[in-house]
């Protein structure tokens, strides 16, 4: 059974760093390319970040303007969101989830960042 | 960047058929994936590659992409089918994965 549990959330000032995680279980973590998708309170999902499986590649959303790195460690089976600069509309639920080639099979439970001063 | 329009929102009455529409240019020629969110969930994939369903989902739902639109369906709706919709594809040309706005289907 497919697990993906994130961690790491919780409120934190503007202009500061979270780093969010991602522990996969139920899978071969490293055959698997992963997603970091987003959704502000009552707003629609926003796709942030996406890491090839061997951690060669990786893409961002033109919104995010450089601030956030993906990043993995196969060896933990665990996926990262650094997230710097931190912005109130960075406030929402950040979900990891599982890339089967064009789409997402997987989803986590979402971990909440509030940004806040 | 490619981009994805759906209605905000969708009423149907129990046993009727709901469709939601996902706009896009030239939509017909990509790959379009559907998912289902239900309130204070995770969303769930429910149509993949246009038309195809993942093992749970029931054959009344069901997907089309053709032109500048890809449409889920749902027929015989239930109170349980009561979610927010969301169409998604990979952009080639950008190497970014993009979500439609979501659709709210409401059960009357």
């Known amino acids: 059974q497919v697990q993906l549990v994130e961690s790491g959330g919780g409120v934190v000032q503007p202009g500061r760093s979270l780093r969010l995680s991602c522990t996969a279980s139920g899978i071969t973590f490293s055959y698997y390319g992963m997603h970091w998708v987003r959704q502000a309170p009552g707003k629609g999902l926003e796709w942030v970040a996406a890491i090839w499986s061997d951690g060669s590649k990786k893409f961002y959303a033109d919104s995010l303007k450089g601030r956030f790195t993906i990043s993995r460690d196969n060896s933990k089976n665990r996926l990262y969101l650094q997230m710097n600069s931190l912005r109130v509309e960075d406030t929402g639920v950040y979900y990891c989830?599982?890339?089967?080639?064009?789409?997402?099979?997987?989803w986590g439970q979402g971990t909440l960042v509030t940004v806040s001063s | 960047s490619y981009v994805l329009t759906q209605p905000p929102s969708v009423s149907v009455a129990p046993g009727k058929t709901a469709s939601i529409t996902c706009g896009g240019d030239?939509?017909?020629?990509?790959?379009v994936h559907w998912y289902q969110q239900k309130s204070g969930q995770a969303p769930v994939l429910v149509i993949l590659y246009d038309s195809d369903r993942p093992s749970g989902i029931p054959e009344r739902v069901s997907g089309s992409n053709s032109g500048n639109t890809a449409t889920l369906t749902i027929s015989g709706v239930e109170a349980g089918d009561e979610a927010d919709y969301y169409c998604?594809?990979?952009?080639?040309?950008?190497?970014?994965?993009?979500f439609g706005g979501g659709t709210k289907l409401t059960v009357l």
């Open positions: 998604q594809l990979w952009d080639s040309t950008s190497d970014h994965w993009v």
């Open positions: 030239n939509i017909g020629d990509k790959s």
């Open positions: 989830a599982r890339r089967d080639r064009v789409l997402i099979d997987y």
